[in-house]
């Protein structure tokens, strides 16, 4: 705790804590994490059980709410879901301005940030109603506008929702089916990007959450609230990681070569990190990386790639880095990211997929967040105060006298 009156003359005590490493901005009922044990709860439920037992949409409901839906809230909370996949026929032009080539992430930030442009009917945020009819809205949308922004990319048509299959696999029918030829989605390897979806449904106060309320404490409608919580998920050293790793093991690319990249990230002169590994909170295994380890082998299992030469280098890695002191010591373990590229690269997806499909899984979480910020009579317009380090005060010398 600084006394900056001593140092700066303010009337004023608070709370230095840069990276927010130690500073609280919410209480919150969602997500539970224990770090050092590698725990992970949504409303009590340990990570684990739900993505054995559970489905996304479940887990939605879970995290919106808070208790897990009856048989009855459920089918309602999906029909409610599936009657919003569709887009604004209008905003297939809005797509069409964006060059051909930008990153899907780029898209999503601008289109996510429209929405509230084309469903002004849902902004009146101090209605519970109209706030429970953006977060479908948003749940709903999310999926068919990171699909949309993938076949753009890629310039192929967009392909409309099937509102009779399940969510996972709905958005896999719309990355994939081509006009010509409908995808034959694997009911496997929807359950695996199910599961996806679900490690990456929440993880309580993350930047892009943090964004996400500290957007939504001014009182800015849903859509622009995610769409902030969108663009900071973009950083490498957020959700960008999930690509980065990815591109980081396939340009190891052999088992030989780990070496070298174990001492570039343990050199203090170089900026390389080893991507996917450590995590702020998680001192220990993040418990969302076992899962997906497991659902990497059954993937690539089932699409017949076991020996599948970025697995290989990953595990290497893995088992060379937790044996090496300079990672035990930092308490640097894999985290979710490490391994969900590989399986969504096993699945066909690009790179450049893999953090708009943490966006789409992440959005239930922010705008569960973003409701419970909203519902609570503590809650005030975020503003972090500043240690000023700047010049004391001085007078304005004219241009010519300089
Ligand atoms: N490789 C090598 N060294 C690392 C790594 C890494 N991946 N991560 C941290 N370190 C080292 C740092 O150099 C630092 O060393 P020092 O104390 O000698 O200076 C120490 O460990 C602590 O690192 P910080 O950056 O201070 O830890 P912080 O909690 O602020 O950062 C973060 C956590 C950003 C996740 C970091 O571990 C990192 O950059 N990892 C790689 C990117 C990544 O995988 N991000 C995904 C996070 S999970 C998610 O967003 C879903």
Redesign the pocket.
């Given at each position: 705790c600084v006394d900056i009156r001593k140092l700066y003359g303010q009337a004023d005590v608070f709370t230095f804590d840069p990276?927010f490493?130690s500073t609280a901005s919410c209480a919150s009922a969602i997500t539970y994490i224990d770090g050092d044990k590698g725990e992970l709860w949504y409303r009590g439920y340990p990570i684990e059980q739900l993505a054995q037992h559970g489905h996304h949409l479940e887990v939605a409901y879970l995290l919106l709410y808070g208790e897990l839906p009856s048989p009855k809230q459920m089918e309602d909370f999906e029909n409610r879901v599936t009657r919003h996949t569709m887009v604004h026929e209008q905003m297939h032009y809005f797509f069409r301005g964006f060059r051909r080539d930008s990153h899907p992430m780029a898209t999503m930030v601008g289109v996510v940030g429209a929405l509230s442009a084309f469903y002004h009917d849902s902004l009146d945020i101090n209605d519970p109603w109209h706030r429970e009819v953006a977060s479908i809205r948003l749940i709903a949308k999310l999926p068919t506008i990171a699909a949309m922004a993938y076949k753009y990319s890629i310039g192929q048509p967009f392909v409309y929702p099937r509102n009779e299959l399940d969510y996972a696999s709905n958005f896999l029918h719309m990355c994939f089916s081509v006009p010509a030829e409908e995808y034959k989605v694997d009911p496997a390897l929807a359950r695996a990007m199910d599961r996806i979806m679900m490690l990456?449904a929440d993880?309580e106060q993350?930047?892009s959450t943090s964004t996400v309320r500290l957007a939504g404490s001014s009182g800015a409608n849903p859509f622009a609230c995610i769409a902030a919580g969108i663009a900071c998920l973009w950083g490498?050293?957020?959700?960008g990681?999930?690509q980065?790793?990815l591109e980081m093991l396939q340009e190891i690319g052999s088992v030989d070569r780990i070496p070298e990249y174990i001492k570039r990230?343990?050199d203090?002169d170089d900026p390389?990190?080893?991507?996917?590994?450590?995590?702020?909170v998680y001192k220990n295994f993040?418990p969302r990386a076992k899962i997906m380890k497991e659902s990497a082998d059954e993937v690539l299992g089932i699409l017949g790639i076991e020996d599948n030469p970025t697995l290989q280098v990953a595990k290497e890695l893995e088992r060379i880095a937790l044996e090496d002191d300079?990672?035990v010591q930092?308490k640097?373990y894999p985290?979710?990211?490490?391994y969900s590229g590989i399986i969504l690269s096993a699945m066909g997806f690009p790179t450049s997929m893999f953090t708009p499909i943490?966006a789409l899984s992440r959005t239930v979480g922010w705008i569960s967040q973003w409701t419970e910020m909203l519902g609570d009579p503590d809650s005030k317009i975020g503003r972090p105060r500043q240690l000023y380090v700047g010049q004391d005060r001085r007078d304005y010398v004219p241009v010519a006298n300089r």
């Open positions: 990276g490493t990456h993880h993350n930047a490498p050293a957020h959700g990681a999930n980065a790793c990230a343990k203090k390389f990190r080893l991507m996917g590994f450590g995590h702020r993040d300079y990672f930092k640097l985290n979710v990211d490490f943490f």
